[in-house]
């Protein structure tokens, strides 16, 4: 029996151990998401993706904030407390923030450049990848439904951690109040639960 328990401790322990990412979706699996949250689906850009039912959705249609290509932001229900007992940074509002521009070759997608910024990249690897100065800084590879995708840090001071990926344009997964990628498990849960829909 005790080397029963100890062969089980070393095949958990080996298995914890060989996952380098533990939020990264697995191509072809079924996500189990908690019971109570809700759908967030936009049939015009093809993705969807499930949030905390009690977590506050906001949709940038119709505001100032769609020209920076922000499409729809979630956050939790005591963001406004943490903010206004100054827990929170006003800019960290959103649990996470989506963004879809055409493609790289735009000031927004590009966090607004940086000195030596070029708009006539073929993709967004070519950009991650060039030898310039940039605000979007790459971290490292996963995926996000299937879809190759990387890990990035956007800006300069108060950098944030985020998920970029081409699927019919291009998509930026932000998570302001994360400049690493120790998300939460809601979180987790979230960008797990990342659909891209057939168009």
Same mark, same amino acid.
């Given at each position: 029996?005790?080397?029963?328990?100890?062969?089980?401790?070393?095949?958990?322990?080996?298995?914890?151990?060989?996952?380098?990412?533990?939020?990264?979706?697995?191509?072809?699996?079924?996500?189990?998401?908690?019971?109570?949250?809700?759908?967030?689906?936009?049939?015009?850009?093809?993705?969807?993706?499930?949030?905390?039912?009690?977590?506050? $959705?906001?949709? /940038?249609?119709?505001?100032?904030?769609?020209?920076?290509?922000?499409?729809? =932001?979630?956050? !939790?229900? @005591?963001?406004?407390?943490?903010?206004?007992?100054?827990?929170?940074?006003?800019?960290?509002?959103?649990?996470?923030v989506?963004?879809?521009?055409?493609?790289?070759?735009?000031?927004?997608?590009?966090?607004?450049?940086?000195?030596?910024?070029?708009?006539?990249?073929?993709? $967004?690897?070519? /950009?991650?990848?060039?030898?310039?100065?940039?605000?979007?800084?790459?971290? =490292?590879?996963? !995926?996000? @439904?299937?879809?190759?995708a990387?890990?990035?840090?956007?800006?300069?001071?108060?950098?944030?951690?985020?998920?970029?990926?081409e699927?019919?344009?291009?998509?930026?997964?932000?998570?302001?109040?994360?400049?690493?990628?120790?998300?939460?498990?809601?979180?987790?849960?979230v $960008?797990?639960?990342?659909?891209?829909?057939?168009?």
């Amino acid at each position: 029996m005790k080397s029963f328990i100890i062969a089980i401790a070393i095949i958990l322990t080996t298995g914890t151990g060989c996952s380098t990412r533990e939020i990264e979706p697995q191509a072809g699996t079924k996500v189990n998401i908690p019971s109570g949250y809700e759908e967030y689906r936009n049939e015009d850009l093809g993705f969807s993706f499930m949030y905390p039912g009690d977590w506050e $959705l906001t949709d /940038y249609a119709d505001t100032i904030h769609v020209q920076r290509g922000m499409v729809v =932001g979630v956050n !939790t229900p @005591d963001t406004r407390e943490l903010i206004e007992a100054r827990k929170l940074p006003p800019d960290s509002e959103m649990n996470l923030v989506v963004s879809h521009w055409d493609d790289i070759n735009n000031t927004y997608a590009q966090a607004g450049g940086g000195s030596e910024s070029r708009y006539d990249y073929e993709s $967004l690897e070519e /950009y991650l990848t060039d030898d310039i100065y940039r605000m979007v800084q790459m971290q =490292g590879e996963t !995926t996000v @439904d299937g879809v190759m995708a990387y890990e990035v840090i956007v800006g300069g001071y108060g950098a944030y951690y985020g998920i970029m990926f081409e699927h019919n344009g291009l998509y930026q997964l932000l998570f302001p109040r994360n400049p690493d990628n120790t998300l939460s498990e809601e979180e987790k849960a979230v $960008l797990d639960s990342f659909t891209l829909l057939e168009q």
